[in-house]
Each structure stands twice: as C-alpha cells, then as structure tokens.
C-alpha cells in the first residue's frame, strides 16, 4: 500500500482487462465508519471515491483501494444494533443447518463474523464455530461473548491454522464481507484449503442490479470495493477452482444476492438458478454504458433536489436530525455538502457511534435519550432516516415515543 494509504487500480480485479470506464466520481470523502471525536478532526483523511466497470467482464468496482488496516481494525460498525438483521441470520442459520445437515461435529467459519450475528444460531444449534475478523474491539468482544474469533484478516494461513487446531470447515460464510476485498482469488484459495469434503462456501452481497437499478449511490464507500453480479462471481468462481451452485435473492441491504459455491472437483450437478442468473437479460444491460449513465444522471437529480429541500427548509426556519448514522449515509452527506448546520444531531442506538461525530460532515452522533429530552419546541420537523433499509422500525419507534416529525430519506 502506498504512503497515501490507498492505491488505484489500472486493471479489472475479476478478468485483468485494462478496459476500465468510470461511472461515477463522488469526489474526496472519508472512511464511511471512520467516527470521530473533535481532537481528531485536524487528522483527519479523505480519499478519492470513484466508481467504475469493467467493459470485457462487466464487473463494477472501486478504482481506489484502501489500505485495509485503516477500514477495519478499529471498526465501529456492530451488526447486531438492528433486530431485523438478527432475525435475517437466525433463519439463514436453520436454513442452513436444515439444507446441509449440520450439527454437533460440524464447523462453521464465518470470515468477517463482526459480533457473532451469524455465528451464534450456528452455535445454539450444535455446530462448532469460529469468527475471523480484523477489527480489534469487536473481535475480542466477540470471543468474551462465546464466539471464539481470530483477530485477524482471513489468508491461506488462517486456514491453515483453524483446519490444524479445529478441523476442516463444513461450512465457511462471508456476509457483507466479499465486496470488501481487493483479495478475492487469495481468499478463494484459502476457503478451499478450509473446506471439508463435501463442504460448501455461502457468500451474501449486495447485487449490482438492485444498487443500479434502484440509485443506490450511498452505498458506494471504501469499503465497498465490489458490487457483485452474479455474472462476475462465476468468472472469479470459475477462475478460483469453484462453480457456483446456487444463486438466490435476499432482501437485506436494498437487495442483496446469497451465492452458494462448492470446488469444482466435486460432482453436484449446477442448480437451475445458476444459468437463469448468470443468463438472465437484466445482467446483460452491464455491457452497454446506457444503465450507468441512467444511474449517473439519476443521483445528480437526487443531489440536486434533496439540497434544495434542505436549505430551502431551514431558510423557513424548519429543523432537521438523522436517524441511524450507517456508513452509507456518510457517503450521501459528504456527497451532498450538509454539515451540522444542516443536520443538528444523528441518534444512533449503537454505543459504539455514540458521543462521536460523522466522518467528513462532523454532525454528532448521540442516544435515543437525547432526543426524548428536547422540549417540544426544540422538536425537529423531518427526521432523515439515514438508515432507509430500517425504514418502517424506525419510523414506529418514533411513533411510539410521540414524535409526529416526518420522516424522509435523503
Ligand atoms: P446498516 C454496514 O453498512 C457496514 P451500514 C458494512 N460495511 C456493510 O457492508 C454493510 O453494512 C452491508 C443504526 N440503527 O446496518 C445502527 C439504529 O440506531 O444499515 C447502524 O448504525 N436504530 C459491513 O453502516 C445503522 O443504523 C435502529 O433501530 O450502512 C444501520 O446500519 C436500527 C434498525 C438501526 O449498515
Ligand atoms: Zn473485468
């Protein structure tokens, strides 16, 4: 990695093609979980965000790669704040277990394991299991909590050491975690050394499709340095030894894709959804440029409109929070230039965002707590609900409280 901290890339992650075009640039912007307090404001870093694609094998990516040291050892994001995302691992977990057969004697491995949201109905289900995860507080907060996790970034030699010390893994799991890598054939090698005969590797990612198609733009961040067709992943899975067997659509994130590949050598026969996925017509519009400039044009238009509101708002003296301080919402607010001028404050149920300011916008980020205490004169007119894929949760937990301010997306 370079003295910058970041790199840019000249050649296509999946297929080596020099034929790179850009979609869009979002200019200079933070790390999207990169909170801070007030002393460390003079420090702080931005980096260049630009989003393009591959015009031979179609795959979208980020131009520039992050140093990964610097996203994700001192990660604040914890998955297990939002219920709804629990509940999505509690059932991935039994549909697992019932799909493969696991139980006692079987390993799970989970690269990227955060918190142990997945692991955990894994475990109360009998399997052994074992979270990899660089992030320093989290990954030992894990371990305390009963989820043994390796504090480190997933490698051949991770694989090596969990097949020597606990065995092969029946099961190894990335959520949210294989558009974040620059890695992609190293880790499909090493999930290969890790599997036991007959095992299989579960992925889930955002699906470029959804991102395209419904303006996803906030969801572009350094961390994201993906955005997976299924198209894409069987030229990787291809190239790394795997076939894919399995593609299904699931609704977290604004619509994600859960990939299920198995090594080559081994004998399943292709399952249907494969080919209709990997064929399907929608996936052909990434090799023309038309859906990217459509995107382009679609998120200046949002720019555009959303600042207007704003500011012609609080010109009319109206107020304005957030709700949920997710990373991609501090690509919107550094994209769209609202500071705490505009957004006085964001609550965030997550005490690990708490008392911090936003990357790049500085807004403070503070408890539930805060906002019941304002007098009713102080109450905000519209509530941003930065966390749009909690939308209908948020929404009502204010309703509960009696907060009659209305809720938008930015
Ligand atoms: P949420 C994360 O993105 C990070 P983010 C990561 N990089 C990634 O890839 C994506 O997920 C997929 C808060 N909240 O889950 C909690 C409340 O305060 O949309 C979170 O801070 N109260 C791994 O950060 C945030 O909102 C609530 O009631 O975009 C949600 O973040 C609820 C429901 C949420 O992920
Ligand atoms: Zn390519």
């Known amino acids: 990695m370079s003295q910058q901290g970041y790199h840019i890339i000249e050649k296509c992650r999946v297929c080596g093609s020099a034929g790179l075009s850009k979609v869009i640039d979002l200019g200079m912007q933070p790390l999207a979980n990169a909170f801070l307090t007030e002393e460390e404001i003079p420090e702080e870093k931005l980096f ?42 509690e059932k991935f977990a039994e549909d697992m277990v019932a799909r493969l057969g696991l139980g006692p004697g079987s390993l799970v491995v989970d690269i990227g394991s955060n918190d142990g949201i997945l692991l955990k109905p894994f475990q109360e289900r009998g399997c052994a299991v074992m979270g990899v995860d660089p992030a320093v507080q989290i990954a030992s907060q894990a371990t305390l909590s009963g989820i043994t996790t390796l504090c480190e970034f997933f490698t051949r030699d991770t694989a090596r050491r969990i097949r020597e010390d606990v065995g092969p893994a029946n099961l190894v799991t990335a959520t949210n975690v294989f558009a974040h890598t620059e890695e992609i054939y190293p880790i499909l090698s090493a999930v290969k050394d890790l599997l036991a005969e007959g095992g299989v590797f579960v992925i889930e990612v955002p ?75 929608v996936e052909d519009s990434l090799k023309s440029s038309d859906i990217f400039e459509r995107f382009h044009r679609a998120v200046i238009v949002r720019r555009d409109k959303i600042v207007k509101f704003v500011k012609q708002e609080r010109e009319r003296g109206k107020r304005f929070v957030g709700y949920g301080a997710p990373a991609k919402g501090n690509t919107a ?43 009713p004169e102080e109450h905000p007119h519209y509530v941003a609900v930065l966390a749009w894929n909690y939308f209908e949760e948020i929404q009502q937990k204010l309703k509960e409280h009696g907060f009659t301010a209305t809720c938008i997306t930015l």
């Open 207 to 281: 699906y470029v499709m959804s991102f395209l198609n419904t303006g996803l733009f906030d969801t572009i961040y350094h961390e994201h340095i993906s955005y997976w067709s299924a198209r894409a992943l069987h030229a990787a899975a291809t190239r790394a030894g795997f076939r894919i067997v399995r593609v299904e659509k699931v609704t977290t994130h604004g619509g994600s894709i859960r990939v299920t590949f198995k090594p080559s050598d081994q004998t399943d026969i292709v399952d249907e959804d494969v080919a209709r996925f990997i064929n399907e017509q």
């Open 48 to 89: 260049p965000l630009t989003l393009c694609r591959c015009r031979d094998c179609t795959h979208v990516q980020l131009r520039e790669t992050v140093d990964p040291e610097l996203m994700f050892r001192n990660y604040v994001y914890v998955s297990s704040t939002s219920p709804t995302f629990v509940s999505h691992f």
């Open 333 to 375: 607010l550094n994209f769209y230039g609202l500071t705490d001028q505009d957004i006085e404050f964001i609550v965030d149920d997550s005490s690990w965002k708490q008392s911090l300011l936003t990357p790049g916008t500085h807004i403070p980020v503070v408890d539930l707590d805060y906002l019941l205490s304002l007098s």
